[in-house]
């Protein structure tokens, strides 16, 4: 079983415009030999082989290392690239932080702008990547801390209400990520009060509305 891992669609001639796509395993059917996926994209199931899942996370391009200050500029496009490559597991400081740190001012203080800019990185599979991402971090205390931190902010609902609708969207998808599945298991690795503290209270934020 891939468990609740983000994976991307391959080698589907029946359906080629999958190919490319990210989802979500959620189930596997034994008789059919194929699991449930639900596509990042618009929500909705299809059956998929095993062997046409492949990993998301893709070897970064030869070239200039990316900089905390590139990320800090990116668009949602060149964001959500950025942590296919593996920028949000980066170990290197300051680089998970800043991609953390872009996915939650996207558009700034303009309410449209950020709520458009949100829901396009959602559709991408931000949501799914930035709580997978906290695999990466988990061993560290400050880095989980940090982690645990904004991919929790990514859930807060604002008075605005298309982000309050855009906050219940994240929660669901880190939810059905295994977003509790890994507030549990920084919860055993870390007994210090400012990592656990946090995630009691991303507990109570995910399990909210």
């Not at 680089?95 to 458009?116: K, Q, W």
Request: aromatic share 6%.
């Amino acid at each position: 079983m891939f468990g609740r891992t983000l994976h991307v669609i391959d080698g589907i001639s029946s359906r080629p415009e999958l190919n490319g796509t990210l989802g979500l395993p959620v189930t596997y059917d034994e008789q059919k030999e194929r699991y449930a996926v639900m596509l990042v994209s618009n929500q909705s199931r299809v059956l998929l082989k095993p062997g046409n899942l492949k990993p998301w996370l893709v070897e970064p391009a030869k070239g200039e290392p990316v900089t905390a200050v590139a990320i800090g500029t990116a668009s949602v496009g060149g964001l959500l690239e950025l942590i296919k490559a593996g920028a949000a597991h980066s170990q290197e400081d300051g680089i998970a932080e800043a991609v953390y740190t872009r996915a939650l001012n996207l558009g700034g203080t303009d309410v449209r702008m950020r709520a458009e800019l949100a829901a396009e990185l959602y559709r991408g599979g931000g949501v799914e990547m930035l709580v997978q991402s906290m695999d990466a971090h988990m061993p560290d205390r400050r880095r989980v801390f940090f982690a645990l931190f904004f991919v929790s902010q990514l859930l807060i609902a604002e008075e605005d209400g298309t982000e309050r609708s855009l906050a219940a969207e994240a929660k669901e998808r880190a939810v059905r990520a295994g977003y509790f599945d890994r507030l549990c298991a920084a919860l055993k690795a870390h007994t210090t009060s400012d990592v656990q503290c946090t995630a009691l209270s991303a507990f109570a934020q995910g399990a909210s509305g």
